[in-house]
């Protein structure tokens, strides 16, 4: 029999083409999915990271920073090679015809240095410094060039050369100031006496036990008085950071997991249907084998060498695919401004899990049509077998599996989404879906046939197409599977990604309501704030002006100016939609105190009911109309920004020195979130684009699955076809038949995908966002348009050979086949 297995792969390969490219594209599919989790976390390191990509182990402080005997306490370590304590300041310099603002920080030694030297050299004198190249070009600073720095107080300042440039920080925490490293004398020249260290990074001997190593250094610098200290790999920090983000939970890593589940699922459900029908089709002649004398076991065997060796090719060339086109996104990614942190990395699992479950999913889906083919005697497989329907023991048993799986499965995915438990949610979705195939014989041919009347104008071939979807359930809804399982995967992460971009800007916004912000000497400037308005980039500007004093709410910067805004302003201006102020409340920022705000104004004292804000970026405000009268004597007003949401945090940077121009201020108090906006946001393009790339493997596999499908529908009907042309059916017209059913079906299957990828992916979206943001089903509904378009052109494709084929046939030589 491996003679005859052999024999089939050589004589009929063009058979094994079709389902060669499923599984090729499958096994892509899921390799390129497990490779998205460690790409993105080697693109995290690169970004929220790349201050500590060097480094073996963390050390952050749990609240107090760490004291030089902590610090000692740690680098003594007999584990520790190197170590790097690093000091932080904030300075203001003047420079680019404004006083700017930066974050200063101590050199550290080579082997730990995560700034990359882009030109000149790094400090070697006391009072050199490197700065970053955005800052230097948007400030005409070139290596030769000199700061002076200022510090906290009077006399805290330094006289520094600029030796050099360095790549700018990826680091959304550190990319909205100037980034400067110097030497510990600059340090000591700005900051106070005794300032302590706000981390410590640590370089560990060749062959330490990194687990061992951190228990013993936490150990060491809780002995030198630190309390809890936090002692971390690099990948555990950017985890517990990215952790942090995502309100204490690694949301990414759940995302991450759950795309790579759905990628195992369909690739099963792909591959299970494309080569089931490929085997189905031979029943009858491994029927005929077994008559000839071949057992059981034997055609069992010769099917599953086939599949071996078809699943076995076609996993190798679908991992290499994967990783040529994860290499082309991230190089792709590499390119567009501010995504330059996108990384490859192709760890083993993706290698080992794409082959193995190339392989055996091949063998696995032979193995069920074979083991059918030989259950039953051979003369009774060589005569034509019902189709499932619900008047056979088949159809029924079917039916009952498929809505019981239906139920169970709807039931568990709404409980997950509620609960916010994505492992139920995953696993209520997949029983499901699976439902809903196998129920698909029993709906799919007749949704397909109430479509069909939509065909009656196009005459004859229109109205023979409908009836072949109802004739023949099995072939019909064999085809409908595959493009409907594409569909449905395409749909819903279109749906999910939509949602979750939705959910993330939701939650950006409330967090970071106003993109830039100015205070301004000028109680009321009108025309200031027309020009900012003009400015590009600029979609709105709002004039706020004070008008009381808090006297019994803390807030937690212990600001108590209350500012008033007008409600078609702060709906202009505000990015959280639901932020509109009301009047009779007064709101606070994030950690105030509530209950009732007494405020002092011009014209007496005003209680208002306090409202506290989830974030901590905008002073205390109201409603103009809540506070009549005129603004407080001798006290700044503030302008409050809203940017274009295509704006990069090149054009944040030139738009804080055009509005510092406008308004007479130094650049550095133009503050907001407009950069770190840009800069979460351009993180979360990079993991959409990687999703968006491997949602193309998905259509294509559908697509391959309509085509090898319907091809082998019609060389089914090869007597019928001759039948109808020898009973008067035009070459055209035949064409036009089998176009005419490849459209129906493949237009049913993507309304019917796109329905469930929309469910899905809502509530998929809510299962894994639900904790952290209010999840608002967004339907992109331009791109299922597209898909459902792509879909009819491509059933409408799929069916041209297939039917140039058959019509190129004689209606004498199509009778004569067998």
């Known amino acids: 029999m491996l003679r005859v297995a052999l024999s089939q792969l050589t004589t009929h390969y063009r058979r094994f083409v079709a389902i060669g490219l499923a599984v090729l594209l499958s096994v892509m599919f899921l390799a390129a999915t497990l490779m998205v989790g460690a790409s993105t976390n080697a693109s995290l390191g690169a970004s929220i990271g790349e201050a500590y990509r060097h480094a073996d182990l963390v050390a952050t402080p749990k ?30 310099f003047q420079a680019g015809g404004g006083e700017q603002y930066g974050r200063l920080r101590n050199a550290a030694p080579a082997s730990l240095e995560g700034a990359v030297l882009s030109s000149g050299s790094m400090p070697s004198k006391p009072f050199d410094a490197v700065i970053d190249v955005k800052t230097a070009q948007h400030l005409g600073l070139a ?21 050099g440039l360095v790549q700018s920080s990826n680091d959304p925490f550190s990319a909205s100031a100037a980034q400067l490293i110097a030497g510990s004398a600059v340090l000591n020249a700005v900051q106070d006496s005794g300032a302590s260290f706000t981390g410590l990074q640590l370089l560990l001997k060749p062959g330490q036990d990194v687990a061992a190593a951190k228990d013993y250094i936490a150990r060491r610098m809780e002995a030198a008085g630190v309390e809890r200290p936090v002692v971390e790999t690099a990948q555990e920090k950017v985890t517990s950071t990215v952790a942090m983000l995502s309100a204490g939970q690694d949301q990414l890593t759940i995302v991450l997991l759950a795309f790579a589940g759905v990628a195992i699922l369909v690739s099963t459900l792909v591959v299970a249907n494309t080569f089931s029908v490929l085997v189905a089709q031979r029943t009858r002649e491994l029927a005929l084998l077994r008559c000839l004398g071949a057992g059981r076991g034997q055609i069992r065997g010769s099917v599953l060498v086939e599949a071996l060796v078809v699943g076995f090719v076609s996993s190798v060339l679908g991992v290499g695919a994967a990783i040529g086109l994860m290499s082309g996104l991230v190089v792709w990614a590499r390119t567009q401004p501010e995504q330059s942190f996108a990384t490859l990395a192709v760890p083993p699992s993706a290698v080992i899990a794409g082959l193995a479950a190339g392989m055996l999913l091949t063998i696995v889906a032979a193995l069920v049509p074979a083991k059918a083919a030989t259950a039953v005697a051979p003369l009774a497989a060589l005569s034509p077998a019902d189709d499932a329907s619900v008047r056979n023991r088949r159809g029924k048993v079917r039916l009952a599996l498929g809505v019981a799986a239906l139920l169970g499965g709807t039931a568990l995915l709404v409980f997950g989404s509620i609960k916010v438990s994505l492992p ?19 709906f799919i041919p ?11 104008p196009a005459g004859v071939p229109g109205r023979l197409a409908a009836v072949n979807a109802t004739r023949n359930p099995a072939r019909t809804s064999a085809t409908a599977a595959a493009l409907l399982i594409g569909v449905t995967l395409v749909s819903l992460m279109m749906t999910g990604a939509s949602t979750a971009r ?34 590009d980039g600029v979609d709105a500007a709002a004039f706020l002006r004070p008008v009381g004093e808090l006297t019994n709410s803390a807030t937690p910067d212990g600001g108590t100016t209350v500012y008033a805004i007008s409600g078609g302003d702060a709906s202009a201006v505000l990015r959280d939609a639901k932020l509109r102020p009301a009047p009779g409340t007064v709101y606070l920022p994030e950690d105030s105190t509530p209950g009732t705000a007494d405020i002092t104004t011009p014209a007496g004292p005003v209680s208002l009911e306090a409202t506290v804000l989830k974030t901590r970026h905008v002073p205390p405000f109201v409603e103009q109309s809540a506070i009549p009268g005129g603004a407080l004597p001798d006290t700044e007003g503030m302008v409050w920004v809203k940017v274009a949401d295509t704006v990069t945090g090149d054009r944040v940077q030139a738009l804080q020195k055009e509005i510092a121009s406008i308004l007479g201020i130094p650049e550095r108090t133009v503050s907001g979130s407009a950069i770190e906006r840009a800069t979460f946001n351009s993180i979360i393009d990079v993991l959409l684009l990687v999703v968006t790339g491997l949602l193309g493997i998905a259509v294509v596999i559908a697509l391959i699955g309509v085509a090898n499908t319907l091809s082998l529908s019609v060389l089914e009907r090869t007597r019928e076809n001759s039948l109808l042309r020898a009973l ?8 036009g038949m089998l176009a005419i059913e490849a459209v129906l079906v493949a237009g049913v299957a993507a309304v019917l995908g796109a329905g469930l990828g929309v469910v899905y992916g809502w509530l998929g979206a809510q299962a894994t966002l639900g904790g952290m943001a209010d999840v608002v089903p967004s ?14 052109v491509a059933g409408l494709l799929a069916s041209v050979v297939p039917a140039r084929r058959a019509a190129r046939l004689s209606p004498v030589a199509g009778l004569a086949t067998a």
């Not at 004291?67 to 690093?86: F, H, L, R």
């Open 143 to 163: 290596p030769g060039s000199t700061l002076e720095l200022h510090g906290s107080g009077p006399v805290k300042n330094a006289k520094v050369i600029i030796t």
């Open 779 to 792: 339907v992109p509904w331009l791109q299922l348009s597209a898909v459902f378009g792509v879909a009819v």
């Open 502 to 535: 939705q959910a993330f800007n939701s939650t950006l916004a409330e967090t970071y309501p106003v993109d830039l912000a100015a205070r301004t000497g000028s109680v009321d400037n009108t025309d200031a704030v027309k020009r900012i308005a003009a400015l």
């Open 446 to 456: 007749t949704v397909v046939a109430w479509a069909g009347r939509l065909a009656a």
């Open 424 to 442: 139920v949610a995953l696993l209520g979705g997949a029983m499901s879906f699976i439902g809903i195939l196998l129920c698909s014989t029993l």
């Open 63 to 92: 609240s107090e920073p760490f004291t030089q005997a902590a610090v000692d306490a740690a680098a003594s370590s007999p584990a520790v090679q190197e170590s790097y304590a690093e000091r932080s300041t904030y300075v203001t």
């Open 728 to 735: 008067g059916l035009t070459r055209g017209q035949l064409r």
